[in-house]
């Protein structure tokens, strides 16, 4: 049987890549989470939620990368809320156009293709470990 040295760590480069994506996908939503009450991010705006957009090489098969950590277009939200320092002078206030159950969802679909990363890792340790105790 001939091992092909080249894609002999192919399942851990493919498992970790998604590890990292996934874990940035993560600290994305943090963020859009710590932030849904911010009315000014500093540019005089509401904060704007950030996407992770992922790519792959051309036959999908190298594992996923964060190809950036995008600003959503979508129109902010207007609070009637009078007296806000932030307000204008209808006393409508912009805020960012972050939806909780939107976060809430992309988190838990991250957290879970992370785990499924993880448990590619150590199955494939497992298997690296009952090859090496049968050399024995």
């Given amino acids: 049987?001939?091992?092909?040295?080249?894609n002999m760590f192919g399942t851990i480069d493919i498992a970790t890549s998604g590890l990292r994506a996934y874990?940035?996908?993560?600290?994305?939503?943090?963020?859009?989470?710590a932030n849904i009450q911010t009315t000014d991010a500093g540019d005089g705006q509401p904060y704007r939620r950030l996407i992770a957009k992922?790519?792959?090489?051309?036959?999908?098969?190298?594992?996923?990368?964060?190809?950036?950590l995008a600003?959503?277009?979508?129109?902010?939200?207007?609070v009637l809320?009078?007296?806000?320092?932030?307000?204008?002078?209808?006393?409508?206030?912009?805020?960012?156009n972050v939806d909780w159950p939107t976060e809430m969802i992309t988190l838990n679909t991250a957290s879970r293709a992370y785990q499924a990363n993880a448990a590619v890792l150590k199955r494939y340790q497992k298997m690296v470990e009952s090859s090496l105790e049968l050399l024995r």
């Fill in 1 to 6: 049987m001939k091992i092909d040295s080249s």
């Fill in 23 to 33: 874990q940035r996908q993560m600290e994305a939503v943090g963020s859009n989470m």
């Fill in 54 to 68: 992922f790519t792959t090489d051309e036959d999908g098969a190298g594992g996923v990368q964060l190809e950036e």
């Fill in 71 to 78: 600003k959503d277009a979508s129109p902010f939200k207007h």
């Fill in 81 to 96: 809320m009078p007296g806000h320092p932030d307000a204008d002078e209808n006393g409508y206030v912009a805020m960012p």
